[in-house]
Each structure stands twice: as C-alpha cells, then as structure tokens.
C-alpha cells in the first residue's frame, strides 16, 4: 500500500518504541530501486526509512484514541504541576 504526506497511519515495529502509535506522515521518499519510504512523525518523537510494509492506515477511531490519550496526558501533568 502506498501512503502520501499527512496521512494518519500506524507504525508496527516491536524494536520501536513507537510501535503500536498513531502517526502521522511528514515526508515520502523514493529509494534508488522504486521503492518509498516514510518519515512519521508521533506526539514525542518521528521515524525516518520507514517501508509500507510497516505500516498500515489508520481508522478514524484509533487517530480519536490516540488524541484523546494525549489529550488526558496532558491533563494529568497540568494536575501534577499545580
């Protein structure tokens, strides 16, 4: 499956510590043999080289799960700073 810039996606990768995150494309690269690769950027960090294989596209329930979790993580830490 291909994927273009600003598509939400889910990165598989159980050497990643991003593995299992909703991300989101930022830059799509074409290697030397025809083959893309991504760059996803997540809510703390991004990954570069990524192949389509390691990705799969994210349904608009697990991009809601994901921003809602980020959402009550922030919550949690303006608690904890008062």
Avoid: N, P, W
Avoid at 44 to 67: C, M, P, R, S, V
């Amino acid at each position: 499956m291909s994927f273009e810039k600003d598509d939400r996606v889910v990165f598989h990768d159980k050497h990643s510590e991003h593995d299992g995150e909703v991300g989101t494309i930022t830059q799509k690269m074409e290697t030397m043999f025809g083959e893309a690769t991504y760059t996803v950027s997540f809510e703390d960090g991004q990954e570069t080289g990524i192949a389509a294989d390691a990705l799969e596209a994210a349904d608009e329930d697990e991009a809601e799960d994901e921003a809602a979790d980020a959402d009550a993580a922030d919550a949690d830490a303006d608690v904890a700073e008062e």
